[in-house]
C-alpha cells in the first residue's frame, strides 16, 4: 500500500532533526517506483521526502545518493548553473533501504511551448545540458551507475532493434533504416559524456526564465549525449531547438560532434522500440498496440519526410519518459 502523506511526513521529521512539519501534500508528479510528498515546515520551508516502493527502487536510490553529492559539489562550485535534489537527511525503513528528504528546488516544470528562440529560456536549458555534459566521468564512475564506450553504446543499441524484430511487430522497411544507421561506424564516433538519462520536460525545473533545478537522476550513466538531446528534437518548435542546440555547442569544449543531431534523432526513433518491448516484457497489450501503431505512422513519415524534419509537425511522439527506465 502506498504510504500516506503523514506517514511520509512523519519520515521526514526523523530524516531532519528539528524539521517542524506544518503541512503535507502530494507533488503534481508523483511518479511510480517512489512514495513522494512535500512537507512544508513551520518556517514555510519546503522539503521533498522520496521512500521506494521496491527493492530496486532503493537500490536505484542509493545509487542516485552518490552521484547527488558529486552533482552538489558541481553546484556549488560553479560547475552546474542549476540546482540538484541533494538529501539533507534519511530515515530507516522498517522493509528495509532508507527514504531521503531533499529541500524543494524553488521552479515549476518546463512547458515546452515557452520556448522561444533567441538568448533567453532556449539559451539557460542549452547551457544546462552541455553543462552535464561536461562534468568529468568519474562523478558517475564513483557511485558505480553504468559506463559505456562508444562501441558499448552502439552494441546496446544493436541489441534493442534485434529484440524489438523478434516481436515481428516493427515495420522491415523501418528495421532495414535503423540497422543502417547502427552499421555506419562514422555514425557512433562519439566521447561519451556524463548524461542524465531521462531528460524530459517533467525532469526540468524553470524560474525567471531560465533552468532553476534538474530532477531525477537514477538514470544517469556515462554513454551518448545524444541522448539527453532527443527530446528536444522530438517535441520543441525546431526554430526553438535551433537556439538550444547552438547555446549548448557554444558551451561545450569538444570539438563539434558532426553526428550529434542525426544520433539524437535516431535515438527518438528507438524510444517507440523501448515502448514496444516494455509492452511486451509487461504483457500489456494497450502498450503494444499504442507502440505498434506510432512505429507504423513513423514507417511510413520516414518514407516521406527529409531526415532533418521527421520529428516535427505531424511526426509520432514517442513517450520517452515512460520508456527511458527500461532502456
Given at each position: 500500500?502506498?504510504?500516506?502523506?503523514?506517514?511520509?511526513?512523519?519520515?521526514?521529521?526523523?530524516?531532519?532533526?528539528?524539521?517542524?512539519?506544518?503541512?503535507?501534500?502530494?507533488?503534481?508528479?508523483?511518479?511510480?517506483?517512489?512514495?513522494?510528498?512535500?512537507?512544508?515546515?513551520?518556517?514555510?520551508?519546503?522539503?521533498?521526502?522520496?521512500?521506494?516502493?521496491?527493492?530496486?527502487?532503493?537500490?536505484?536510490?542509493?545509487?542516485?545518493?552518490?552521484?547527488?553529492?558529486?552533482?552538489?559539489?558541481?553546484?556549488?562550485?560553479?560547475?552546474?548553473?542549476?540546482?540538484?535534489?541533494?538529501?539533507?537527511?534519511?530515515?530507516?525503513?522498517?522493509?528495509?533501504?532508507?527514504?531521503a528528504v531533499?529541500?524543494?528546488?524553488?521552479?515549476h516544470t518546463?512547458?515546452?511551448?515557452?520556448?522561444?528562440?533567441?538568448?533567453?529560456?532556449?539559451?539557460?536549458?542549452?547551457?544546462?545540458?552541455?553543462?552535464?555534459?561536461?562534468?568529468?566521468?568519474?562523478?558517475?564512475?564513483?557511485?558505480?551507475?553504468?559506463?559505456?564506450?562508444?562501441?558499448?553504446?552502439?552494441?546496446?543499441?544493436?541489441?534493442?532493434?534485434?529484440?524489438?524484430?523478434?516481436?515481428?511487430?516493427?515495420?522491415?522497411?523501418?528495421?532495414?533504416?535503423?540497422?543502417?544507421?547502427?552499421?555506419?561506424?562514422?555514425?557512433?564516433?562519439?566521447?561519451?559524456?556524463?548524461?542524465?538519462?531521462?531528460?524530459?520536460?517533467?525532469?526540468?525545473?524553470?524560474?525567471?526564465?531560465?533552468?532553476?533545478?534538474?530532477?531525477?537522476?537514477?538514470?544517469?550513466?556515462?554513454?551518448?549525449?545524444?541522448?539527453?538531446?532527443?527530446?528536444?528534437?522530438?517535441?520543441?518548435?525546431?526554430?526553438?531547438?535551433?537556439?538550444?542546440?547552438?547555446?549548448?555547442?557554444?558551451?561545450?569544449?569538444?570539438?563539434?560532434?558532426?553526428?550529434?543531431?542525426?544520433?539524437?534523432l535516431l535515438?527518438?526513433?528507438?524510444?517507440?522500440?523501448?515502448?514496444?518491448?516494455?509492452?511486451?516484457?509487461?504483457?500489456?497489450?494497450?502498450?503494444?498496440?499504442?507502440?505498434?501503431?506510432?512505429?507504423?505512422?513513423?514507417?511510413?513519415?520516414?518514407?516521406?519526410?527529409?531526415?532533418?524534419?521527421?520529428?516535427?509537425?505531424?511526426?509520432?511522439?514517442?513517450?520517452?519518459?515512460?520508456?527511458?527506465?527500461?532502456?
Amino acid at each position: 500500500m502506498p504510504r500516506s502523506p503523514l506517514a511520509l511526513a512523519a519520515l521526514a521529521t526523523v530524516a531532519v532533526p528539528g524539521l517542524d512539519a506544518f503541512d503535507v501534500r502530494r507533488p503534481a508528479h508523483p511518479g511510480t517506483d517512489f512514495d513522494i510528498a512535500v512537507v512544508v515546515d513551520a518556517a514555510r520551508g519546503r522539503w521533498v521526502v522520496r521512500a521506494p516502493v521496491h527493492a530496486a527502487a532503493g537500490a536505484a536510490l542509493e545509487a542516485e545518493v552518490e552521484l547527488l553529492a558529486g552533482l552538489d559539489r558541481a553546484v556549488h562550485d560553479g560547475t552546474l548553473p542549476f540546482a540538484v535534489p541533494a538529501p539533507v537527511g534519511f530515515a530507516h525503513l522498517p522493509e528495509g533501504g532508507r527514504a531521503a528528504v531533499h529541500a524543494e528546488i524553488p521552479g515549476h516544470t518546463l512547458d515546452v511551448a515557452d520556448l522561444e528562440p533567441g538568448p533567453g529560456l532556449c539559451a539557460s536549458l542549452g547551457r544546462a545540458i552541455a553543462a552535464v555534459h561536461e562534468l568529468p566521468t568519474n562523478v558517475v564512475e564513483n557511485a558505480g551507475l553504468p559506463v559505456y564506450d562508444a562501441g558499448e553504446y552502439r552494441q546496446r543499441r544493436q541489441a534493442e532493434v534485434d529484440e524489438a524484430a523478434r516481436t515481428g511487430k516493427v515495420p522491415p522497411t523501418l528495421l532495414r533504416r535503423w540497422e543502417e544507421r547502427l552499421e555506419d561506424v562514422a555514425l557512433w564516433r562519439f566521447r561519451p559524456t556524463v548524461v542524465h538519462g531521462d531528460l524530459t520536460n517533467e525532469r526540468i525545473l524553470v524560474r525567471g526564465g531560465e533552468v532553476s533545478g534538474i530532477l531525477h537522476w537514477g538514470d544517469a550513466s556515462v554513454a551518448d549525449p545524444a541522448d539527453d538531446l532527443s527530446w528536444l528534437l522530438v517535441a520543441a518548435p525546431p526554430d526553438a531547438a535551433d537556439s538550444i542546440l547552438e547555446a549548448y555547442q557554444l558551451r561545450r569544449t569538444e570539438l563539434l560532434d558532426p553526428h550529434l543531431t542525426e544520433r539524437a534523432l535516431l535515438a527518438g526513433e528507438l524510444a517507440l522500440a523501448r515502448w514496444l518491448l516494455y509492452g511486451v516484457r509487461a504483457g500489456n497489450e494497450d502498450v503494444v498496440a499504442d507502440a505498434v501503431a506510432m512505429l507504423e505512422d513513423l514507417d511510413e513519415h520516414t518514407r516521406t519526410t527529409p531526415a532533418e524534419n521527421i520529428w516535427h509537425d505531424e511526426a509520432p511522439t514517442a513517450p520517452v519518459a515512460a520508456v527511458s527506465s527500461y532502456a
